[in-house]
């Protein structure tokens, strides 16, 4: 199984915040969705934040963790991860050697229902070893140990 979008469009990206998202074009996709109106904002918005002390504790960005979240999952192989610059790829690159512990994904399994951010199972049944391994397509996309990463719109 391959995940789409693992940092929500970008709310999970540490870049979002309430003022960013009214200041966007009036064409773009996501002020119509409803992930980015204003009750579902507020709650992503406080799921990124609340994702932070876990990212400090491991050196990383909420990016990462979330990233490493959706791989934690048994039966996902990738993530699908849009990137615009270099940059954003540096701020969560790192979440193809992230392992998160049994106590993180408990954290973000409360964490997830603290913020009221998402709806069905928060947890992982099992967290598995991800296969670490690196690869180019042949539409240029890069897997790296199960990211794969590509020119999405976050």
Not at 21 to 44: H, I, K, M, Y
Not at 59 to 79: D, E, F, M, Q, R
């Amino acid at each position: 199984m391959i995940c789409y979008s693992p940092m929500q469009s970008g709310l999970l990206t540490e870049s979002f915040t309430a003022v960013r998202v009214s200041s966007l074009p009036a064409d773009d996709w996501r002020r119509r969705s409803r992930e980015f109106q204003r009750g579902q904002l507020t709650r992503n918005l406080a799921l990124c934040d609340a994702l932070r002390p876990i990212a400090e504790r491991y050196g990383t960005t909420v990016s990462s963790v979330a990233i490493a979240w959706v791989l934690a999952w048994p039966g996902v192989s990738s993530a699908i991860v849009g990137a615009r610059t270099p940059a954003q790829v540096d701020g969560w690159v790192a979440a193809a050697s992230l392992e998160l512990t049994p106590l993180d994904l408990d954290e973000i399994d409360g964490v997830i229902e603290r913020t009221g951010a998402g709806a069905g199972p928060a947890h992982p049944a099992a967290p598995r070893a991800i296969a670490r391994r690196s690869a180019v397509s042949r539409t240029g996309h890069m897997v790296v140990n199960g990211v794969i990463t590509s020119d999405g719109k976050s």
